[in-house]
């Protein structure tokens, strides 16, 4: 075949129904896939950013993989990951970065579409999916282990092997070898930024993370997740985990996505939840506890912890020399013990706020928000952090010092691994010492700070968050004005045909209108054919105690009428237990096979969802989501009631206050919203393709009593709807079913 001249193959031609992709197994013409790749297309070309809804079976990924592809054709996209410590976006190149959100669409973009557009465009695409560094092994730590394998359990002598057999096939990727290692076995195989060799690693040139490293460099299109790009921003921009300052440093070998020009962020609602998470801080027991585990760990396994490790390899060097006398008895005398009475100051730091800020009864979870600094009523709090500071800074000179003294006696070389890693301590615990007083300081207006924790018991669980109320300006500053364009989308990203929450949640409302382009396509399917959407409107409404009472009478109805194939998506998990109990015996007598979220992994609870006869699927927050069962499988999916999320939630109390101060009502501007993306996400998991014929089932009749249950409605892209009677249903149900 004769490659395609790209340069006059705009796309409302490529896509069009005599297109180049018209004579392409699979394809199959859809006016709004052309219609959004025209517009992600000339959005690229000129600069500038899309918000696009885009309903399921539009073919989003082709759309905009495209134009990320050919737009942008026969410029430079070519960097060097190990050598260039220029990472700023300064450089002219055209590369685009697309990030979604899960792991199953970035290997549907690998695996299956950009090979079918790489076929369809006779081209040879360069394409790269690069996943966080904790995802690839280090063929260093591996082959440590390998020499010690007899300090090995069975079970993980055989994750090695695996590890060994499959390592290059799947290029050093956990993921894709598919091999669940527990998480203290993980990290002494994984590649970490803290304990790399870097240019000093013998195995460098075949490093897993360098080499994947290196394929984003060179690739026209690199995949990540939200998470990766959002870790990778962080890290630019000074902010987030053990950031703190607002310094700007692009030039870090940490940082790990090449220079970009344009992003696309697909399932883009999510976008605002993940980016908040990489713009805040937090303080982890189970990390602290880890990080020091790793150091001074007395149970033997790897002969304990690195620096009693690095004890004995000076005592085997020999102690004669005046320099090894100085350094083993530094280390005996001062950076051992004193590292162990650190981590008793940081033990107690934590027992102080388990105990001081959690109320209720034993063993129940805390979220305990704060708007002050808590140092300033508890003295022993005070005293602790105090006491961590001066500590802190006292190892981190003398582990300084250390490092300085293996250097000058020309010994770094030997010790090369231990210095790296000592170094990367310091700086640890650094972070943490300069971290720690902000964390608990609440007194500020632009950030929710909040104490997790359960009383007393569960020893490990607390943790200390510190998140931005808001990322729109952090997203404005530090994205949106650096990149050339930027293109959101989802099936569900407006609210009432409306994008005005979305873009304020984003900061894309502070872009000039002029830069912006807003466009909602609709989905392929027919909806008022395909679906039939039921409203309850004779039961109790979802918060009298009758509510459950009544659900527990309908939902065996509701499951013969469609006999089983149901996923039955619920807000709360003490509701879905409580449901679960009473109606598993009958239902289970009567031959259906039931899942519940919890059981099992989410993956494999749908892995035998989809192969089980008659099965009723019970789920809460994350099965609103990512459902993906085409297919009389999955005819009915029951919405119990409307996901609003609960108040007391520290973020989403302290954003509705932030609105409140704004003049704006949080309910219309926070709750509703929220509420009906995740509706629309509950709705979406039906209708997969044009053969489906599906019933919704809404329990919460607040959706037709409520004046806002019609924002609800009109969200969604359609459907047959019909209020039914208790008695009415049934037989609806059996007749749409057939
Ligand atoms: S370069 Fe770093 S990550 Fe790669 S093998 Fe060496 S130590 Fe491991």
């Not at 065996?556 to 469609?562: L, N």
Request: hydrophobic content about 40%; overall charge neutral; aromatic content about 10%.
């Amino acid at each position: 075949m004769k490659a395609l001249d790209l340069s006059i193959t705009l796309p409302e031609e490529a896509f069009s129904a005599r297109g180049l992709f018209s004579s392409t197994t699979g394809f199959e013409f859809r006016s709004s896939q052309a219609k959004m790749a025209s517009l992600v297309w000339e959005v690229f070309k000129k600069g500038g950013f899309a918000l696009i809804e885009a309903g399921t079976g539009t073919g989003k990924s082709l759309a905009y993989l495209y134009p990320g592809f050919f737009s942008t054709a026969g410029k430079k996209s070519i960097g060097d990951p190990v050598q260039t410590a220029d990472y700023s976006r300064e450089e002219s190149v055209s590369r685009t970065i697309i990030a979604t959100h899960t792991i199953n669409l970035q290997q549907q973009l690998i695996e299956k579409d950009i090979p079918f557009l790489a076929k369809a465009t006779n081209q040879s695409l360069r394409a790269a999916l690069l996943m966080g560094r904790s995802n690839y092994l280090c063929r260093r730590k591996l082959s440590f282990i390998q020499v010690n394998k007899d300090k090995l359990t069975p079970e993980e002598r055989r994750s090695v092997t695996k590890l060994i057999s499959c390592g290059e096939e799947a290029e050093g990727c956990l993921e894709q070898i598919g091999v669940a290692l527990s998480r203290e076995f993980r990290l002494m195989l994984v590649s970490e930024s803290e304990t790399c060799l870097r240019g000093h690693c013998p195995f460098l040139q075949s490093c897993y993370w360098y080499t994947a490293k290196k394929k984003a460099f060179a690739a026209q299109v690199v995949v990540v997740n939200h998470h990766l790009f959002f870790a990778d921003l962080a890290l630019r921009t000074g902010r987030g985990r053990g950031g703190g300052s607002s310094e700007k440093d692009f030039s870090q070998e940490k940082l790990v996505l090449p220079p970009y020009e344009h992003v696309v962020f697909d399932e883009a609602h999510h976008l605002e939840e993940v980016a908040t998470t990489y713009l805040g801080i937090r303080l982890d027991q189970i990390e602290v506890e880890r990080f020091f585990h790793r150091l001074l760990r007395k149970d033997g396994r790897f002969s304990g912890g690195r620096l009693i490790t690095l004890r004995h390899s000076l005592l085997n060097k020999g102690a004669d020399l005046a320099f090894l006398q100085r350094q083993i008895g530094l280390l005996e005398t001062e950076l051992i013990p004193e590292l162990s009475e650190l981590e008793g100051c940081y033990q107690r730091l934590f027992a102080l706020l388990q105990n001081d800020f959690s109320s209720g009864a034993e063993g129940e979870e805390v979220n305990y928000r704060f708007t002050a600094d808590l140092q300033i009523e508890d003295d022993l709090l005070k005293e602790t952090v105090a006491r961590i500071k001066e500590s802190s800074e006292a190892w981190e000179k003398k582990v300084s010092l250390f490092l300085d003294e293996l250097q000058e006696a020309q010994v770094d070389e030997e010790f090369r691994e231990d210095s790296i890693f000592l170094a990367e301590t310091g700086r640890y615990l650094s972070r943490m010492r300069m971290d720690l007083p902000v964390l608990l300081n609440g007194d500020e207006d632009a950030f929710v700070h909040w104490l997790e924790t359960k009383k007393r018991t569960e020893a490990g669980k607390t943790i200390l968050h510190r998140l931005p109320l808001s990322i729109g300006n952090l997203l404005y500053n530090n994205l949106f004005t650096q990149v050339k364009s930027a293109v959101c989308t989802s099936a569900t990203l407006a609210v009432g045909k409306q994008f005005g929450y979305i873009k304020e949640r984003l900061g894309l409302d502070l872009l000039h209108p002029s830069e912006r382009r807003e466009c909602i396509l609709d989905s392929p399917f027919d909806y008022n054919r395909q679906v039939l959407v039921m409203v309850s409107k004779d039961l109790p409404f979802p918060d009298s105690p009758l509510f459950v009472q009544a659900v527990l009478k309908l939902l065996p109805r509701i499951i013969e009428a469609t006999r089983g194939r149901t996923l039955l998506l619920f807000t709360n998990h003490r509701q879905m237990q409580e449901v679960y109990q009473q109606v598993a015996p009958i239902l289970k007598k009567k031959g259906y096979n039931l899942f519940l979220q919890g059981e099992t992994s989410r993956h494999r609870l749908l892995k035998k969802y989809k192969t089980a006869s008659s099965p009723v699927l019970f789920g809460t927050d994350s099965f609103w989501e990512g459902v993906d069962i085409p297919g009389p499988q999955l005819s009915t999916v029951v919405i119990m009631r409307l996901p609003f999320r609960v108040p007391t939630e520290p973020l989403f109390q302290a954003k509705s206050e932030a609105l409140a101060k704004e003049g704006k009502e949080s309910f219309i501007h926070l709750s509703l919203p929220e509420a009906v993306i995740k509706f629309k996400q509950g709705f979406g998991r039906l209708i997969r393709t044009k053969k489906d014929r599906d019933v919704v089932v809404i329990l919460d009749k607040r959706i037709c009593t409520k004046a806002y249950g019609r924002i609800f409605m009109s969200s969604i892209p359609g459907g047959r709807i019909c209020h039914f009677s208790v008695e009415e249903m049934h037989d609806e149900i059996r007749s749409w079913l057939g």
